[in-house]
């Protein structure tokens, strides 16, 4: 019984080491996406009222002419010169609209000042109107804004917290229209990589056949094409969400990412370098100053004279050359950069002399 069991497991092991993509636990809604399924920007002018004398100035002509305008739709006709809007912002409101978003739905919303208002703490974003890039209104924003900063001040000094001129709506506008997503083209489906590579494209379409038959294939870097099976016609979402699932092992390039300005490296984990020499050090010049008397001898008719003495002392500390050997792995090259004693400033140093040098095998990127 033990050995038939034994038997079982090693059988059961090396399947599980043929199928395609069990290395990593990534799946292919991890790395691509259904092509026709995307999210829209939407896009809308309005004014947000009720702010305690931190609205805009008078100098924001604009933000007077929408009251008047907006008065005018209420039946209320004044004058620009009789308005003050320090109570009043006039403000850019942004949206994403989701996918298969229905009329009824609700959206989060940003809301951000375009005048010269200095708070919108306490304000209430009116009626504004979304457009997507065709120019049709999509979406409807209203509501009470949640500012995560303020501004206080009093005796003109003053102190800022975050950014008080930008605030969100949770839920803040309701969507009147929605957006047909055409994802099927003739009982065929694409997936667009996150990241295009052609061995993860080729992997992708690997095991996808490998779970439903001879049904995909890539058709370049980025793409890969899958035909629906039969006995998925009328139920297309249940076939994409068995896609979704599917095991995959992506494959990423070589690449190093330094951030210059924080220190920071990161490294991918197939960085691989050959064997190279470093050394590491730096020169330290001190110059000292110091000040002494000079006493003339007693009946000289010397005076008394104040010297100025400078010192210039050199330093150097030890650099010793040390051999990083050929490493497979990041972990090797972490360890091997640490056994020099390199901060994270030295590193990216010490990088970009090993790829000027030939022996990085990977994309230095730097941002």
């Known amino acids: 019984m033990r ?5 079982c497991l090693t059988v059961l092991m090396v399947g599980f080491c043929f199928l395609p993509g069990l290395a990593q636990a990534a799946r292919v809604k991890d790395v691509a996406k259904v092509q026709g399924v995307r999210s829209n920007q939407l896009v809308g002018y309005g004014l947000v009222v009720g702010l305690a004398g931190t609205g805009d100035s008078d100098k924001s002509t604009y933000t007077i002419q929408s009251i008047v305008n907006m008065l005018k739709t209420f039946g209320v006709v004044v004058s620009t010169s009789q308005l003050k809007p320090k109570n009043v912002a006039a403000v850019m409101v942004t949206a994403q609209l989701p996918p298969f978003a229905k009329p009824g739905d609700t959206v ?18 009116l009626q504004a109107p979304l457009k997507a890039g065709n120019g049709a209104v999509y979406a409807v924003g209203q ?28 839920g803040g506008a309701n969507v009147e229209r929605g957006v047909d997503m055409k994802f099927e083209n003739n009982g065929m489906i694409s997936l667009a990589l996150n990241t295009p590579d052609f061995t993860t494209a080729n992997r992708v379409s690997e095991a996808i056949s490998y779970r439903f038959g001879q049904i ?6 980025g793409t890969v094409v899958v035909e629906v099976p039969g006995e998925y016609g009328n139920n297309i979402v249940a ?23 924080t220190g920071t490296v990161v490294m991918g984990g197939n960085v ?10 730096g020169l330290m010049v001190k110059i000292s100053r110091s000040q002494e008397v000079s006493q003339p001898p007693p009946f000289s008719r010397g005076s008394t004279v104040v010297t100025e ?18 490493s497979t ?11 020099v004693g390199a901060s994270p400033r030295d590193v990216i140093s010490i990088l970009q002399a090993i790829k000027s040098a030939g022996a990085l095998h990977a994309e230095l990127q730097l941002i």
């Open 3 to 7: 050995r038939l069991l034994a038997l």
């Open 309 to 326: 003495n400078r010192t210039v002392d050199v330093k150097e500390q030890q650099a010793p050359l040390i051999v990083l050997p050929a």
């Open 216 to 221: 995909a294939f890539p058709r370049d870097a």
């Open 272 to 281: 691989t370098i050959d064997e190279v020499a470093v050394a590491q050090g």
């Open 143 to 170: 509501g009470a804004l949640s500012v995560g900063g303020f501004v206080a001040g009093s005796g003109g000094s003053s102190r800022q917290k975050n950014f008080p001129t930008v605030g969100t709506i949770p």
């Open 108 to 125: 989060d919303i940003t809301v951000s000042s375009m005048g010269d208002a200095k708070s919108l703490q306490g304000g209430t974003l």
């Open 239 to 261: 076939f994409i969400a068995a896609l979704e699932d599917i095991p995959i092992s992506p494959d990423n390039a070589a690449k190093v990412v330094v951030n210059e300005r």
């Open 329 to 339: 792995n990041v972990s090797d090259l972490v360890d091997a950069l640490n056994a």
